[in-house]
């Protein structure tokens, strides 16, 4: 629209120059007859009355200043029009210039942004590209870890229940070692007794650290093998949680039951051998040893079970050096056990 109204602009310049080109002729034309017709005025004159004929020349003198004042003005009024022609046509055709430079920046800025936008797209393709490759490979490497876990984890499975199995059948074997032998001699005891193991058959030596009341499983235990002949030891536990009269009950329970499960076992009662000084000054309830030996005596008696007492050379070099003073090192373990079995002809 802007290029067209220069256009425009230019051409009606072009008019004015040539009516201005024009209007110049026609005021010489013009001039040059004025002259003519004053010549011929005067060249008359000469036969004419003079008035009139001076009349006649006045007016065509007349006729030809104003057509000179005319052609001036008009002159002065086209040279203004020329003038404001061409700087209007100059100012259009700097603005035609200046509106194709401008175009031409636009243009190129235009170019220049789209380069940028594709380069930006390009760009933003590439790195959308990159990541979905990255994300892929890293979820095929999640996909191939997941795999080795799931194949590690099932290996550790199966290597879990194989050792399971072994362990079952390495503790059914040792459960069916363990088992006392039928009609064989039993010691059953507490934490105590454990330091037979080194002298008599494993399997033929139950223990318990807790109250016998605890473990009603190793009596039946022990009942199952229909021993020959069981020797109880236990009572340390028992006189420390539940008091010598306290302990008592319990213990006849469980020796009771013992012996209704294996009427032909011949059944030994060892006393409560003493603990150290200082043990039996730090737990009150130990004190009660030599109460619990009596009632243990008086049980015996009453079911007709055998009470022994194996303290020949008994003293606090029974305990182990530094010790708690309530367990016994193997050389006196090992003279406890000779004394029981002399008791108890085994």
């Not at 004015?16 to 209007?23: C, F, G, K, N, P």
């Not at 876990?149 to 362990?167: F, K, L, V």
């Not at 049980?299 to 007709?304: E, F, S, T």
Request: glycine share 6%; net charge neutral; proline share 3%.
């Amino acid at each position: 629209m802007k290029g067209r109204k220069i256009l425009y602009g230019l051409v009606g310049a072009l008019l004015i120059l040539a009516l201005s080109a024009v209007v110049g002729r026609g005021a010489r034309t013009q001039a040059a007859a004025v002259d003519e017709t004053l010549l011929l005025a005067v060249e008359n004159a000469a036969g004419q009355d003079p008035a009139a004929a001076a009349s006649r020349i006045f007016a065509a003198e007349s006729s030809r200043n104003k057509l000179i004042r005319d052609s001036i003005e008009a002159s002065i009024s086209l040279e203004q029009s020329v003038a404001e022609s061409k700087a209007e046509a100059n100012r259009l055709l700097l603005e035609s210039i200046l509106a194709a430079g401008a175009a031409r920046e636009s243009r190129a800025a235009s170019i220049a942004e789209s380069r940028s936008v594709e380069v930006s797209v390009e760009e933003s393709v590439r790195q959308s590209l990159e990541e979905s490759a990255a994300e892929s490979r890293r979820a095929a490497e999640a996909a191939s870890r997941a795999a080795a876990s799931r194949a590690a984890a099932e290996a550790a499975s199966r290597a879990a229940a194989e050792a399971a199995s072994r362990a079952a059948a390495s503790r059914a074997a040792a459960e069916a070692a363990a088992q006392p032998a039928k009609g064989s001699v039993i010691l059953f005891g507490d934490s105590r007794t454990q330091g037979f193991i080194n002298f008599w058959p494993t399997r033929q030596v139950i223990f318990t650290y807790d109250p016998i009341s605890a473990h009603p499983e190793l009596i039946t235990k022990a009942a199952s093998a229909y021993p020959s002949k069981i020797v109880f030891l236990n009572g340390i536990d028992d006189v420390l949680v539940y008091s010598a009269d306290g302990a008592i009950g319990s213990y006849e329970a469980a020796i009771t039951r013992f012996a209704a499960l294996s009427p032909n076992s011949r059944i030994y009662v060892h006393s409560v051998l003493p603990v150290r000084a200082d043990v039996s000054a730090t737990y009150v309830r130990l004190k009660g040893i030599d109460r619990y030996n009596q009632l243990l005596q008086q049980m015996c008696a009453k079911h007709g079970w055998t009470y022994i007492d194996c303290r020949v050379g008994f003293s606090d070099a029974a305990y182990w050096p530094g010790g708690d003073g309530i367990h016994f090192n193997n050389t006196w373990t090992s003279n406890w056990l000779g004394q029981i079995r002399k008791a108890a002809g085994f």
